[in-house]
Structure formats: structure tokens, C-alpha cells
């Protein structure tokens, strides 16, 4: 039973982060979708100066790690910002 519970809690996610620009940067914000067996459809990164702005977005992710996964990127050094949207809403835009 507890098997069929996160495919059915499956929602879209999209994080913004804003972030120091420095190298090994992309690799930390990656480790916290690795660990939990995530992988994200969409990864696009730009450097503005001293920062660098980055969306990661998951087309289907288990919701209860929606907010595990935030609090992780927000404790990658150098990370200044993560904003999440997240739910049907945002699946049915991006449709």
C-alpha cells in the first residue's frame, strides 16, 4: 500500500536558486535530487556576475520531498535563495 502512495502524491516542481557564482557550485545543487534516487527533467543555469541563477524542474516528484529538497538547497554554501513552485497549477501551465 505505502508503494502506490507516492505515485499518486506525484506533482510538478520547479526550484529557482540564486547563488554565489563559484566553482562546484552545480554538482552541490544536484546532491540533494541524487540522494533521493531524483533525477530532473530540466536543469538550466546562468551566470550573472557574482551570481548565477538556476531552475531545476521535475515534471513528477514525489510531493512529501518537495519541502526536503528545498531545505536542502537552501544549505548548499554560497546558495542566497530558493524559491519553489510547486503543484498542478504549474503542470497545467507548463502544458
Do not use: I, W, Y
Amino acid at each position: 500500500m505505502s508503494d502506490a502512495a507516492p505515485s499518486n502524491s506525484a506533482v510538478f516542481a520547479s526550484f529557482h536558486v540564486l547563488a554565489d557564482t563559484c566553482p562546484g557550485l552545480l554538482p552541490r545543487l544536484l546532491q540533494p535530487l541524487a540522494k533521493r534516487d531524483l533525477v530532473a527533467d530540466a536543469f538550466h543555469a546562468r551566470r550573472d556576475g557574482d551570481v548565477t541563477h538556476v531552475e531545476m524542474v521535475l515534471h513528477a516528484m514525489p510531493a512529501e520531498m518537495v519541502h526536503l529538497v528545498a531545505g536542502n538547497l537552501g544549505q548548499v554554501v554560497g546558495v542566497q535563495e530558493v524559491r519553489v513552485q510547486h503543484g498542478r497549477e504549474m503542470l497545467l501551465r507548463a502544458a
